[in-house]
């Protein structure tokens, strides 16, 4: 069983620059989370999709966008770069939203450094 | 505004012994708690978890406890083993179902020496 995957590992933009970072899902799962972890403090969530729709959001600004595909990987796309967008991008994919016993599998993240 | 507090940013704790991690919430909605520990370049591992009407949950040398009054829950690591050693997350859920959106704490570094 192949566990959640993210791309690239590492990457460097530019202010003003746009982004997508990518996340294959564990086999079978549908539902996807992102969580932003900025240096020294935990994860924040994005947000989440369950079977290719928006299932809640946090407190982030619309150039934050997302898409879940059929085979429910899923996209996160950052526009208008900030600095303080350099952090660790977390994607997170459960086996199915509700249920109990149905935890979050992170993947190892992707390091987003903007100069 | 910090939701969930690990007021504790490491901890040290000597192999053997009993590793105590604590942390408080101030949303009183929250209804699902979790720990989940990170090695460097990885992505967070789940832990444990405990649901608001339990008080404590056991699984193996780990335990937490939920203190709902007092708005506390702590993670007890017994016996603490060198490869406890990593960052540890306290998170919490509205929601019934730790598949929804979580709120996490800043984290506490363990170190368990020889």
């Known amino acids: 069983e192949t566990g959640v995957t993210q791309s690239p590992t590492h990457l460097i933009k530019t202010r003003g620059q746009q982004v997508t970072l990518r996340c294959s899902s564990q086999s079978g799962h549908n539902t996807v989370s992102w969580y932003q972890q900025a240096l020294g403090q935990g994860p924040q969530f994005i947000f989440q999709?369950?079977?290719?729709?928006?299932?809640g959001r946090g407190n982030f600004p619309p150039r934050f966008s997302g898409l879940q595909f059929p085979n429910y990987s899923s996209e996160l796309n950052v526009n208008a770069l900030e600095l303080d967008d350099s952090a660790l991008y977390l994607c997170?994919?459960?086996?199915?939203?509700?249920?109990?016993?149905?935890?979050?599998?992170f993947g190892p993240g992707t390091r987003l450094t903007v100069l | 505004d910090q939701q969930v507090k690990q007021n504790s940013p490491s901890l040290s704790v000597q192999e053997g012994r009993i590793s105590i991690l604590n942390c408080d919430y101030t949303n009183s909605m929250f209804d699902y708690f979790l720990w989940y520990k990170k090695y460097p370049a990885e992505g967070p591992t789940f832990l444990i978890s405990i649901s608001s009407i339990k008080d404590k949950n056991e699984d193996g040398r780990f335990t937490v406890f939920l203190n709902k009054s007092a708005k506390h829950l702590s993670l007890h690591i017994v016996p603490s083993q060198p490869g406890d050693s990593a960052v540890y997350f306290c998170a919490a859920s509205e929601g019934s179902y730790n598949t929804d959106k979580l709120i996490f704490g800043t984290g506490t570094r363990l170190q368990v020496f020889p």
């Open positions: 999709y369950y079977r290719e729709e928006e299932n």
């Open positions: 997170a994919s459960s086996l199915e939203y509700g249920g109990l016993n149905n935890e979050q599998f």
